[in-house]
Structure formats: structure tokens, C-alpha cells
């Protein structure tokens, strides 16, 4: 009897956290986005209607729009480079250690800190546009809004490549040398056996990075908040920028729970793959 | 694989070139840290003389984001005390879940494995609103132990989750002989299981006060007065308005970025590991 208590109670106080602060939320945030947004007082029922509001003003569509492109280059970008990176630094060769603890740092650097260093260097008169100046070459508005975009994906790229970079070293370090040896003995190209050995062997690790990197990327707030608040104008406004200017920018906060509510389903499916993914892979 | 020699070469180019847009920033967050003030704006690469004075005046001044009274030092405390108390919460708590998903066959089991998954997974920005209720209807408002709290959600699933792997790493001969000696489950976790695991949980805490520390938006939506912030929004603070002190501002996104990257770059290999089971959000 008492064994079958003790491992309920010690896994409670996680379930507990987790429940009141992740799950009980979600349902206080539907509930939130199907009554009015009105502070104070018995909060009346409407429906759907904030739901209605977030796609007649196109907001939300427009939000959903920019978090795809957002995502997706930011994604690619840091796979490639990440990728690319990771198999150089996997043959040795001078200073290459040095070389990857130095591309590793970008990742130890917090999000809000590095919105911080990217304000100077891409402001008007900063670090970038003076570098170039040096060179001859007129300033960019990297935060006006033609670039705005580009600028925060440069940014999420930078601070997130070394992950890709380190995932993918520790995957390559696993594939056992054997395989390429016997590659080489069958006449195997570098080509081929980059082909036939290494993608396959870093199937499931890519695969996990690239979508846990996704959904972070999706869900990302402080890079893009603190570089250029979702501006200029709505150039760079994600879902996650939505939610918190509908919520706390103009104090609705059922607006702010519809429109959390409403892109969930956008990455649902990701989390899903990934949950059972990653289950998967602790099994074995 | 054979290579050609330029091709090689390419490569190489390539990560060096990497390595050096890396730098960029870091370039001129340093740069500007340690130049003069009148130097800011003289459209220098490098700086015309070398000076501590931006983080003397953050330690020792009170006007770092045009609030008087409060030192940068309130801000860093501040930031420490919530990681601490989130990272010593959640390391209580996630070790014995972590144990008992490891070691324990029970009902449910898997249910709570991926329970504990999904939260690990879950963007914050979904749940932020209602949050603030929550928090709000506590009576938390504008109190670090309202950020302290809510960091439990990005901190707790983690730890857990890397608890429970490295349990499963741990031989099970180890503890059994203990039990057959007529040790219950909590000696057996206390006296023989969490000696040998010493590295699994110091990393697990470790990490934990990392994505602590990273957090911006819950001391957004927590906090309101200035002697409360942490430190990214007392940043976020400095940078706001038309008169900002670049020099401060990047002495100040130095001093935040200490921390992690030291614990980071002396940890890397540890780091690898825990990497699958899921690490600091990027």
C-alpha cells in the first residue's frame, strides 16, 4: 500500500507546479478570450467576438504572417550555419578549440542582453553604420522598416547558431568511425559517405534541434522587444509581441488572451512531434 | 573523407569569418564600456583612452536610467536573489520527481513524463496574461517573489527532466543493496543515490539559474518599481528614452552577461549532455 503512495507524493510538488502555473493558466486564458475585456466587474460573456476583432483589424493575421517568415529564416539560417560550422570544426585543425569555445559564446549570452549589444551596433549612427562609413559606404537603417525584419533575424541567428553548432558536434562524435572506414573501403566519395554515413547518423539529432530551436524561435519575445518593440510601426510585431501590447501596452487582457489562445494550434503540432520525439530518444 | 586542400581552406575561412561577426558586437559592447563618455558620439572605432568610470558609476552612482537613488548593484542583487531562491526550489522538488520517474514503476508514470515535457516545451508568451491574473489575484504584484514563482515554470520541468536522466545513469545496484539492508526509498536517495549523483545535480542547478537569470518578460509583467526591477528590465530601462548612456548601458549588459557565459565556457562539456534532454532556450 505504501508503496504505491510514495511515488505519487514525490512526484506531486512538479505536478503541482507545473498545474498551477501552465495548466490552470490555459484555461484561464480561454476563458479570459471568450468574455469582454473590461477591467473590473463581472466580465460578461461575448463569445467569439474578440476572436472576430483580432482578424477584422488584421492584426492577427498579420502577426501570424511575420512569425512564419521570422521563424523559418531563422530557423534555416541556423541550421546552415550551425550545421556548416559544426562539421568544419569536427576535423582537426590549428586553434580549433579556441575557435569553438569563441563561436560557442553567443549562446551564453542572455536574449535581453543581446538585444542590448545589438541596439548599439545597429542603431543609425552605430557600430555597423560606422564601420562602413570608415569604408566609404552610406549608413543603412538596419531598424527602419525595410530592414527591421532582417535586423531581428540576424539577431535570433547570431545568438542561436551555436546550438546547432554543439548538438550537431556531439551527434557527429557518436557515428562510429567504422562506418566512414568502411565507406572508404567500398570507394565511397567524400560526397557519398557525407551522404550515406553522416545524414543518416544525425537524423534524429537535427531533427530534435531543429524543432525544439522552432518552437523557441516561434515563441520568442525578448530579442525582438528589446531591439525594436515589435516596431517600426507593425513591421516586426510576432504573436508573442501581440499578446503583450494587447495586454499590457493597451491594458486588454482578454484581447490578449484570444490572441494567445488563437495561436496555439499554430505550434501544437510541433510541440506534440516533439514530445513524443524526445520520449523516444530518452527511451533508447 | 578526402578533401582538397582549398576546399579546406575555404572552410576554414569560413568559421574565421563566423568567429569574427560573433565578435562584432561584443566588440563594441566592450568598446563602449571603457571609453569616456565624451568619446560616444566622436564616431571613434576605438577608443581615444581607457576608463572604468561607466561601471564605477553604476556601482557607485544612483542615476543610471534617470531614476535617482538606486545603484545598478539593487538590480543585480535583485536578479541573484530570484535565481537562487527559483534554483533552490526547483532543485528540491525535481530531484525527488526525477527519482521517483526514474526509479519508480508506478501508474500514470508516462503520463507524467510527458506532463512534465510539454511544460518544459511551452512558450511562455501563451500563458503570460493570465498569468498576471494570477499573481495579481495573489497579491504577488511589484514583489520579487511574484518573478520567483513564476520562474518555477521555466525552471522546474528542466531540472526534472535532467534530474530523471541523469537517475537513469546511475547503476541500480547501487541503491537495491541499500534497500535490502532495510533502508527506506528517501534514505536510500539521501544517503547513497544523491552522493554519487553530486555532478547531475550541480549542473541541473546550474542550468537552472542560467534560464533564470535569461528571463526578461515574467519581471516585465511582475514588476513595477524601480528598486524592485531585475536586471533585464533595469537595462530595458536605460535604453528607453532620448538621452541614452551607451557607455553604462553596455557596462551594464556586460555585467548581465558575466555570469552565464563564465559558468558556460568552464562547463562546455557537461553541457553536451544535458543538451537532448533539453538546455537553455536559444
Known sequence: ?284 | MRIGRWSRAAQVAFVVGLALVVALPLYWAVSLAVRPGSDVYAKRIVPSSFTLQNFQELVFGRDWAGFKGVSFVVPLKNSLLVALAATAFSVAISTFAGYALARFSFRGRELVSSYILLAYIFPPFVLVVSLFRLISSLGLHDSLAAVTLLHLIIVVPYCTWMLRGYFLSVPRSLEESALIDGCTHLGALLRVVLPVSAPGVASAAIFSFTLSWQDMLFSMISLESHEKFTMPIALLAMAMGDLVQWGKLMAGALISIAPPAIIYLLLQRWIVGGLMAGSVKG
Not at chain 1, 158 to 187: C, H, N, S
Open chain 1, 1 to 284: 500500500m505504501k508503496r504505491q503512495i510514495v511515488p505519487y507524493l514525490w512526484v506531486a510538488p512538479v505536478v503541482g507546479v507545473i498545474s498551477v502555473f501552465m495548466l490552470f493558466p490555459l484555461f484561464q486564458a480561454v476563458w479570459d478570450s471568450l468574455h469582454a475585456g473590461s477591467a473590473g466587474g463581472q466580465k460578461a460573456f461575448v463569445g467569439l467576438r474578440n476572436f472576430q476583432e483580432l482578424m477584422a483589424t488584421g492584426a492577427f493575421p498579420g502577426a501570424v504572417y511575420r512569425t512564419l517568415v521570422f521563424t523559418l529564416w531563422a530557423s534555416v539560417l541556423k541550421l546552415a550555419i550551425g550545421g556548416a560550422a559544426a562539421l568544419i570544426l569536427n576535423r582537426p585543425f590549428r586553434g580549433r578549440n579556441l575557435l569553438r569555445s569563441w563561436l560557442f559564446i553567443p549562446w551564453t549570452i542572455p536574449l535581453f542582453a543581446g538585444g542590448i549589444l545589438f541596439l548599439w551596433l545597429l542603431r543609425t549612427s552605430g557600430g555597423l553604420n560606422l564601420m562602413l562609413e570608415h569604408l566609404g559606404i552610406f549608413p543603412v537603417f538596419w531598424l527602419g522598416p525595410d530592414r527591421a525584419m532582417q535586423s531581428i533575424i540576424f539577431l535570433n541567428v547570431w545568438k542561436g547558431f551555436p546550438f546547432f553548432m554543439i548538438t550537431i558536434l556531439a551527434g557527429l562524435q557518436v557515428i562510429p568511425r567504422e562506418l566512414y572506414e568502411a565507406a572508404e573501403i567500398d570507394g565511397a566519395t567524400g560526397a557519398q559517405q557525407f551522404r550515406y554515413v553522416t545524414l543518416p547518423g544525425l537524423r534524429d539529432v537535427i531533427l530534435i534541434a531543429t524543432l525544439l530551436s522552432t518552437v523557441w524561435t516561434f515563441a520568442q519575445f525578448e530579442n525582438i522587444y528589446v531591439l525594436t518593440r515589435g516596431g517600426p510601426g507593425t513591421a516586426t510585431e510576432t504573436l508573442s509581441i501581440l499578446v503583450y501590447k494587447l495586454a499590457f501596452g493597451m491594458f486588454n487582457l482578454s484581447l490578449g488572451s484570444a490572441a494567445a489562445v488563437l495561436s496555439l494550434p499554430l505550434f501544437l503540432f510541433f510541440i506534440y512531434w516533439l514530445v513524443k520525439l524526445v520520449r523516444k530518444e530518452s527511451e533508447t
